[in-house]
């Protein structure tokens, strides 16, 4: 899409101009139809046709949503078992990442007198983090263990900054499954004493983010702490671990030598939607009793209402309006799964899965972080509008002269305001194909051939990933990645 930005430097900004930024930018948002298909085709077990649906509407996300595109067809080829081209996908939304540190001036104009959907879509910092562990999870998958070694000390390296940049120890500056991820791909490859700081990592950064993560530290993870300290004598480490962990059962490295280590990781629901939250802010008491009467009558649908609030509005001329975004939580229903590994003999092992990451937390947090400086914004944004709107009206009524000044003024703050209420839209875009939750199983098993089977417990609905077939040797790890609607 073309884009036609104002200019400031030359003297008031033209009617044609305004209006014409106002109407074309206007329409910038994101299509949530895509979304709405890519679901349809996990809901049936189609991954393939989800990485299709996101391919085939590239033009959809636009040169602005360029990191949004990169980073839902890592996600949907990952889970269609594409795990190179995932990976490419994701190195070129990392690089993305890189490039928008930096934004133009002409971009940031455009966005403050329309919205921010005309800027380039820079991902939130858990975003961020998730390039790199999904990046991981794929060369783990394909049995690629040192390009997984290297985005594991990307991602130590971008969370170092991240909370060398963020002080506040209330803020995300610390991600606890990330660092778990970089624990398990760390004692894979034999490297124990990057494991052990890796998981001890992962253990305070799930209590640093518990007051709002909702994921409490993971048994397994504490099981990990015990072993690893024991493997390396770090015998004060060990003692103080077991005096914490009393009731947890782990078992020594030595005993898992002889054995295969099996990783199940499960994304569980859907990642938050946003949506508008719109705030009228009448300038006198008839565009308030307005404001209130408009709420009243017209509770209908979300486009209805913004056509009939931007005529309303642009007769009144009083009224300025605000969008902020909100979260919509789409929260899974599968609590955990069980994870089930029979052998030729019929012999089976049975694990539990747990919580691990909860991304919807994660978004909350992010934007109750931001929206401070979102809404400072958005009010700055509808003051500089309405005065836009205003000074333009009064030089349409002053250049056509007294007998028709007023019936030109009146259509020209019609149009100019009107346009300027249907143009406020908040940012509404997110990395929407994350889910809602990530859960882990993980066990040691003899060496063999088993099938895999795993099931939400107590229910006859089976997960994607039910009836494979794995062949597993001593001291090899399989990750199985696998992807539930519900």
Not at 77 to 92: M, N
Not at 94 to 103: A, G, N, S
Request: glycine content about 6%.
């Amino acid at each position: 899409m073309s884009q036609i930005l104002p200019r400031f430097a030359h003297g008031p900004i033209s009617l044609l101009r305004f209006l014409a930024v106002l109407l074309l930018l206007t329409g910038c948002s994101p299509s949530g139809n895509r979304y709405l298909l890519i679901e349809q085709s996990l809901f049936a077990g189609d991954p393939q046709r989800a990485a299709a649906i996101v391919e085939q509407t590239e033009n959809e996300y636009g040169a602005k949503g360029r990191l949004l595109y990169e980073m839902d067809r890592g996600m949907m080829l990952q889970l269609a078992g594409q795990y190179q081209q995932s990976s490419e996908a994701l190195e070129r939304a990392e690089e993305e990442v890189e490039r928008l540190y930096t934004r133009t001036i002409r971009s940031e104009t455009a966005a403050f007198v329309t919205n921010d959907n005309v800027l380039p879509y820079e991902g939130d910092a858990y975003e961020h983090v998730m390039i790199n562990v999904i990046k991981a999870l794929n060369y783990a998958a394909q049995g690629q263990l040192q390009e997984a070694l290297v985005e594991a000390r990307r991602i130590d390296h971008r969370l170092n900054v991240l909370s060398d940049r963020v002080k506040s120890a209330d803020r995300y500056r610390n991600d606890g499954f990330a660092r778990y991820v970089s624990g398990i791909l760390y004692e894979v490859s034999g490297d124990l004493n990057n494991a052990f700081i890796a998981y001890r990592n992962a253990y305070e950064a799930y209590g640093s983010m518990s007051g709002w993560s909702k994921v409490s530290v993971p048994l397994s993870l504490r099981s990990d702490l015990l072993r690893t300290a024991e493997a390396l004598g770090l015998t004060t480490e060990f003692a103080e671990y077991r005096q914490a962990f009393p009731d947890v059962e782990w078992q020594s490295r030595s005993s898992q030598e002889q054995l295969a280590h099996v990783v199940m990781i499960s994304y569980n629901g859907r990642a938050p939607r946003k949506e508008d939250l719109f705030l009228d802010l009448p300038i006198s008491l008839d565009a308030a009793q307005l404001v209130l009467l408009n709420r009243a009558v017209f509770q209908s649908s979300f486009r209805r209402d913004r056509v009939a609030d931007s005529i309303l509005y642009g007769l009144n001329g009083e009224v300025a309006r605000v969008a902020l975004p909100r979260l919509v939580a789409q929260k899974t229903q599968v609590g955990s799964e069980n994870m089930t590994l029979t052998d030729s003999f019929g012999h089976s092992v049975t694990v539990g899965s747990e919580p691990v990451q909860n991304v919807t937390a994660l978004a909350e947090k992010s934007l109750a972080e931001r929206l401070p400086a979102i809404t400072a914004k958005a009010l700055a944004r509808a003051a500089t509008k309405f005065a836009l709107a205003e000074g333009i009206t009064r030089g349409a009524r002053h250049a056509a002269g007294r007998d028709a000044g007023p019936w030109v003024g009146l259509l020209v703050e019609v149009l100019t305001k009107g346009i300027a209420v249907a143009s406020e839209e908040a940012d509404k875009r997110s990395w929407q194909t994350l889910p809602d939750e990530i859960h882990m199983a993980r066990t040691w098993v003899r060496p063999g051939q088993y099938q895999v089977s795993i099931q939400p417990p107590g229910q006859g609905v089976t997960a994607v990933k039910d009836g494979q077939t794995i062949a597993l040797t001593a001291g090899q790890t399989v990750f199985i990645i696998q992807r539930v609607m519900q």
